[in-house]
């Protein structure tokens, strides 16, 4: 009846107790992204979001916000499961143009307040780190260089997004949370480890495209940051590269200038072929061996 519902406890408070009892963090997804880098707002705008729970953050070198992401918005928890919680970190992810997810955001920004991306807040929870570091450039204008959470070095680009070495989809990651909820799973598969509750059916819409599968979970993606960080496993994009690229073209098409009056097309062609293939191979031993980023193409 009416009445006997009425009388049960109310099932967001008693949520709210089970999250204060344990080290949880609860996933936030971002409004409308902004067309660019948006202006700071003004001391109104940030007065007004000062009563959610918020990471701390040290800024190491400057102000990182005029280079981080930025978005209209964050669409939030109940405030009595914000306020519970041990940490809350960003879901969302930033697809290149394609649509493929290549770099992860680390810290992105909702007017003057930064936020960390799931991942990282899970690490600073787990560690039982009290802040994040966000270390910017010495080169003026250069942007992020990296954060630290937890003593852990996080390579980022100059906008504060992770480039990700990415592992195909693998089931064996995953636990159903049918065999969780009715108690028959093994309670040592998932002891001692950073646990990430999400979905995996298509129609909710939480689907991703990598570099390596066409259909990998969001939840995995966020996994996949995780373990690179722990393993040292993370992909560099080095400054100077844009650079060394712009001369590689530079080099390699003059030289196809100077060469085809004097050798003849097919000696150019030749030469132009293995100049490629220069470029192409130490691209993919700076990637397997280093970790590095340069695009050869």
């Given at each position: 009846t009416?009445?006997?519902?009425?009388?049960?406890?109310?099932?967001?408070?008693?949520?709210?107790?089970?999250?204060?009892?344990?080290?949880?963090?609860?996933?936030?997804?971002?409004?409308?992204?902004?067309?660019?880098?948006?202006?700071?707002?003004?001391?109104q705008a940030?007065?007004?979001?000062?009563?959610?729970?918020?990471?701390?953050?040290?800024?190491?070198?400057g102000d990182p916000r005029p280079f981080l992401l930025a978005f209209a918005g964050v669409v939030r928890n109940l405030p009595e499961l914000e306020r519970a919680a041990a940490g809350r970190g960003m879901v969302s992810l930033a697809p290149e143009r394609d649509g493929i997810v290549r770099r992860?955001?680390?810290?992105?920004?909702?007017?003057?307040?930064?936020?960390?991306a799931f991942s990282l807040e899970l690490l600073?929870?787990?560690?039982?780190?009290?802040?994040?570091?966000?270390?910017?450039?010495?080169?003026?204008r250069a942007g992020i260089e990296n954060l630290v959470v937890a003593r852990l070095r996080v390579a980022t680009d100059a906008n504060g997004l992770i480039w990700l070495h990415f592992a195909r989809h693998d089931p064996d990651r995953y636990v159903s949370a049918k065999d969780v909820l009715q108690g028959t799973l093994d309670?040592?598969?998932?002891?001692?480890?950073?646990?990430?509750?999400?979905?995996?059916a298509a129609g909710l819409k939480d689907i991703k495209a990598t570099p390596v599968d066409s259909a990998m979970p969001g939840v995995e993606v966020h996994a996949q940051v995780i373990e690179s960080i722990l393993s040292g496993a993370q992909l560099v994009r080095p400054a100077g590269a844009d650079g060394?690229?712009?001369?590689?073209?530079?080099?390699?098409?003059?030289?196809?200038?100077?060469?085809?009056?004097?050798?003849?097309?097919?000696?150019?062609?030749?030469?132009?072929?293995?100049?490629?293939?220069?470029?192409?191979?130490?691209?993919?031993?700076?990637?397997?061996?280093?970790?590095q980023l340069f695009d050869a193409s």
């Amino acid at each position: 009846t009416e009445r006997t519902l009425r009388a049960l406890p109310d099932s967001d408070a008693m949520f709210a107790d089970a999250i204060s009892r344990a080290r949880v963090v609860l996933g936030q997804s971002v409004l409308e992204r902004t067309v660019a880098v948006a202006p700071l707002p003004s001391a109104q705008a940030g007065e007004a979001a000062a009563a959610w729970p918020k990471t701390t953050f040290a800024e190491i070198g400057g102000d990182p916000r005029p280079f981080l992401l930025a978005f209209a918005g964050v669409v939030r928890n109940l405030p009595e499961l914000e306020r519970a919680a041990a940490g809350r970190g960003m879901v969302s992810l930033a697809p290149e143009r394609d649509g493929i997810v290549r770099r992860v955001p680390a810290v992105l920004r909702t007017g003057a307040d930064i936020h960390p991306a799931f991942s990282l807040e899970l690490l600073r929870v787990a560690f039982g780190a009290s802040a994040i570091a966000i270390r910017l450039s010495r080169a003026e204008r250069a942007g992020i260089e990296n954060l630290v959470v937890a003593r852990l070095r996080v390579a980022t680009d100059a906008n504060g997004l992770i480039w990700l070495h990415f592992a195909r989809h693998d089931p064996d990651r995953y636990v159903s949370a049918k065999d969780v909820l009715q108690g028959t799973l093994d309670p040592q598969l998932i002891a001692g480890k950073v646990v990430l509750v999400g979905t995996s059916a298509a129609g909710l819409k939480d689907i991703k495209a990598t570099p390596v599968d066409s259909a990998m979970p969001g939840v995995e993606v966020h996994a996949q940051v995780i373990e690179s960080i722990l393993s040292g496993a993370q992909l560099v994009r080095p400054a100077g590269a844009d650079g060394a690229e712009f001369l590689a073209t530079l080099l390699i098409g003059l030289a196809m200038i100077v060469l085809v009056p004097l050798l003849g097309p097919w000696w150019t062609l030749s030469i132009g072929a293995a100049s490629l293939g220069l470029v192409g191979g130490g691209s993919w031993y700076l990637f397997a061996a280093h970790k590095q980023l340069f695009d050869a193409s």
